[in-house]
Every structure is written in structure tokens, then in C-alpha cells.
């Protein structure tokens, strides 16, 4: 049986490490894996050798939504047209000085 071939046909999951408990969990990188436990053990062996995660997410690629770069002016639009979003007209009280 030809392994490469076999894990080709795999499909490709993302994988995301918690370095320590009270933190976001990181990505880290990508493997082939022909399901969920086996997706989580592979990523343990590679991406947490050291034992330096405490926990680790993996999620089938083909299953993350994302935001086309195209459309990057609809999501991530200029703030300067947003005065609310600036707090610049509050008037802090002078004991305030570390804002």
C-alpha cells in the first residue's frame, strides 16, 4: 500500500495549541489525518512533543468559513469615519492622567 497516496486522500485539519491554561489557543500549524482522533494525536505527537500545550484544538480545514480578501474595505473598513469609536471628545478628569 502507498502511504503518501493514502494520506493525500486524507483530509487536511488545522490545529491549534493552548500553551497554558488562561491563554488563547495559537495556530500552529496543518496535518492529514483520517479523523478526529487521530487528528488529535497527531497533532499531540507534533505539535506538543515538548509538552508544551495544555490543550489542543483540530479542525477539518474544509470546514472554517472564512472572509474573502477581496471583500477586505466591506470588513475592515477605515475607522477614521467612526467618531464613536474614538473616545477623543471625553473629557478625562486631571486625577486621570495614565489614560
Not at 503518501?4 to 495549541?17: G, I, K, M, R
Not at 499531540?44 to 483540530?58: F, L, M
Not at 477605515?78 to 489614560?99: A, C, G, I, N, Q
Request: hydrophobic letters at 35%.
Amino acid at each position: 500500500m502507498n502511504t503518501s497516496a493514502t494520506q493525500d486522500e486524507w483530509p487536511l485539519w488545522e490545529v491549534f495549541v493552548r500553551s497554558r491554561s488562561g491563554l488563547d489557543h495559537k495556530h500552529c500549524g496543518s496535518l492529514h489525518a483520517a479523523d478526529a482522533p487521530m487528528a488529535i494525536q497527531l497533532a499531540r505527537d507534533v505539535y506538543t512533543r515538548r509538552q508544551e500545550g495544555s490543550s489542543v484544538w483540530v479542525v477539518r480545514s474544509d470546514q472554517i468559513v472564512a472572509s474573502d480578501p477581496a471583500d477586505k474595505d466591506m470588513y475592515f473598513d477605515p475607522m477614521e469615519d467612526k467618531v464613536y469609536r474614538h473616545p477623543t471628545f471625553y473629557k478625562l478628569p486631571s486625577e486621570v492622567d495614565h489614560m
